[in-house]
């Protein structure tokens, strides 16, 4: 039997006596334990499985260039980060783009946008047009709806596709979610959108206004999140594939 034929045999097995993961996390442990991290290989897995919370941080942290791959930096690089953290969060402080009253969401956005020179008043997004191209596949009377409506271009866009749902969705939900962005996959965003819109259908149909329908997609149920960014992954690898890596 091969390797992978046996890795695929114990994943099987696992899965189905209630140990899901099992093999995945063991996988993840022998990527991190490279002298030399491999970022494709780290960006793949989060891609396909999510994260284990006792490795996020790192990998996290690896796959967005926080960290190098390289080990033996890690303790001085984060030194050097922290002085970059608070020499960009004065900076914005100094300009009047943020100040002590400003949602953490919102600051972090800004120091992004500082360091990759995209510091613009009215940012756009090309999000929502993907988010009604596959509202559209997915159910095109739902999005006649709104567009009747006139909810269409009032959807809380900026919470969905800005603020990547931070605010919307509860932390072990957006962890899930953010395993995706962090990774290189900014496209799960719409496909979370469409989810929650399709989740909420018989609601949101029977709303007749654009307020009512924005306020509630503002505040939507947490208890139904996981269920909703599950699917919502599912739909990801239904129209974008499920990723892979390169050998």
Known sequence: MTDDSQRNFRSVYYEK???RGVEEKKSLEILLKDDRLDTEKLCTFSQRFPLPSMYRALVWKVLLGILPPHHESHAKVMMYRKEQYSDVLHALKVVRFVSDATPQAEVYLRMYQLESGKLPRSPSFPLPKAFEQYLTLEDGRLL???KTCSAAPKLPYDLWFKRCFAGCLPESSLQ???DKVVSGSC???VFVAVEILLTFKIKVMA???AEKITKF???IPQDSSDAIVSKAIDLWHKHCGTP????
Request: no cysteine; net charge positive; hydrophobic share 45%.
């Open 176 to 178: 899930r979610v953010w």
């Open 207 to 209: 709303l007749s206004s």
């Open 144 to 146: 006649t709806h709104l």
């Open 187 to 189: 496209k799960i965003l």
């Open 17 to 19: 006596v209630g140990f």
């Open 244 to 247: 892979v890596h390169s050998s």
């Open 217 to 219: 997609l503002e505040n």
